[in-house]
């Protein structure tokens, strides 16, 4: 596949290819691997390439340099997160093949830090969202997810003009990927690409628990996240309607035992059932803390031990009350053709979600659980803020 060979040759140190939608911006740039940069490749881009040369780096690698927005307010048409211009500390003026490849390669070091960098400067670092090209279509998303296919997480870019200087189109970039000896791709391509390995199991063993002998498969999403399968039977077999848990990740309560939640308890009823039920599945996302992650779930935990509830909690650490979302539920439920199912839930916003995508809920089936003294408020608050279905 055309998208594999791009990985390979950035690994190798190659530059590539990579062209727009032709109803987005319907340009190209040339891309490569932020740690294989060298003088001979810049001056190659300089000199055939023409366009803005720039750093694409993670959201945590943004972070990790101290990297700042050019501007407070951006009004970019196309919502490209430019921030403000850098130079490696290393370097004379900054201006040279030699030096713009120098803070290139800085960027890419792992332990690089905002103290090794002067600012402003002459290259300017992208940061990508998350979600990558599949939340913004863009050269910025499209670098950073093929950097971390090919195990980085910086690249450089830079957009490629045509001879008469205005940007080189689909027809025009094929026949310079040509002439240049590059593999070319589309993001619609990279889309594609991603959108089937997310659906392609990268380990499936079998799991012997308490409850019965389940199936343990782990996948890799879009976000580079390993999502789990916890199945028994032929839960994808079309004559059945399998019995399915989405449950998120919970380290305090799955692991832990906390009596704060109930997550554990529900984990432990959920398999239960499903064995007694024979076919099924618990579909186990890595959402800790309704998605705001673990250490943001424990200073969640200190507000509420100072009189907030969880919901409060949540927002005064500046996140949504719930920032979970099931995208990847449904395409794992579509791509094996599950189109029915009984849903193991409290929660209604699982059921729209889903109900919303066309997978019908033939059943829901509640998980109510313990009520400790020390889960009272947060069931209660999830009764009423959340609006669970619960009997408190």
Avoid at 61 to 90: N, P, V, Y
Wanted: hydrophobic residues 40%; proline residues 3%.
């Amino acid at each position: 596949m055309q998208v594999e060979q791009a990985i390979e040759d950035l690994k190798q140190g190659k530059l590539i290819v990579v062209a727009d939608d032709e109803d987005r911006e319907g340009e190209g740039d040339i891309i490569g691997l932020a740690s294989q940069v060298t003088p001979e490749k810049i001056n190659f881009i300089t000199k055939h390439a023409r366009g803005l040369l720039c750093i694409p780096v993670t959201a945590q690698k943004g972070t990790q340099l101290g990297l700042q927005s050019m501007a407070r307010d951006s009004h970019d048409a196309f919502g490209t997160a430019f921030m403000a211009g850098i130079d490696a500390k290393s370097t004379t003026t900054g201006v040279s093949a030699y030096d713009r490849a120098m803070t290139i390669k800085a960027v890419a070091q792992p332990d690089s830090q905002a103290s090794d960098f002067y600012q402003p400067g002459h290259l300017f670092p992208l940061v990508a969202k998350d979600g990558g090209v599949r939340e913004r279509n863009g050269h910025t998303e499209a670098a950073i997810d093929l950097a971390k296919l090919a195990g980085e997480d910086a690249a450089y870019i830079c957009e490629i003009l045509a001879d008469d200087g205005h940007m080189a189109r689909t027809v025009k970039l094929r026949e310079l990927a040509v002439e240049w000896q590059l593999t070319m791709i589309t993001i619609a391509e990279l889309i594609t690409y991603l959108n089937q390995q997310a659906m392609t199991p990268v380990a499936d063993v079998k799991l012997p628990n308490q409850y019965g002998d389940f199936q343990l498969t782990a996948f890799t999403d879009e976000t580079g996240k390993n999502q789990l399968v916890l199945s028994m039977g032929d839960w994808t077999n079309p004559a059945e309607v399998p019995l399915i848990r989405i449950h998120s990740e919970c380290m305090t309560g799955d692991v832990f035992g906390s009596h704060r939640c109930d997550c554990g308890e529900q984990l432990d009823e959920a398999m239960r059932q499903i064995a007694e039920y024979g076919v099924g599945a618990v579909i186990y996302l890595r959402q800790e803390g309704r998605g705001i992650g673990l250490v943001n779930k424990l200073k969640a935990y200190e507000l509420q031990e100072a009189g907030m509830d969880t919901y409060e909690a949540n927002v005064a650490l500046g996140f949504e009350p719930d920032e979970r979302h099931y995208d990847w539920v449904v395409k794992l439920l579509q791509t094996n053709g599950v189109r029915t199912i009984k849903l193991l839930t409290n929660n209604p916003e699982k059921i729209d979600e889903l109900e919303d995508a066309g997978i019908a809920i033939q059943a829901r089936l509640p998980l109510q659980t313990t009520i400790y003294q020390e889960n009272k408020n947060y069931l209660q608050t999830k009764q009423h803020k959340f609006n669970h279905m619960l009997s408190i």
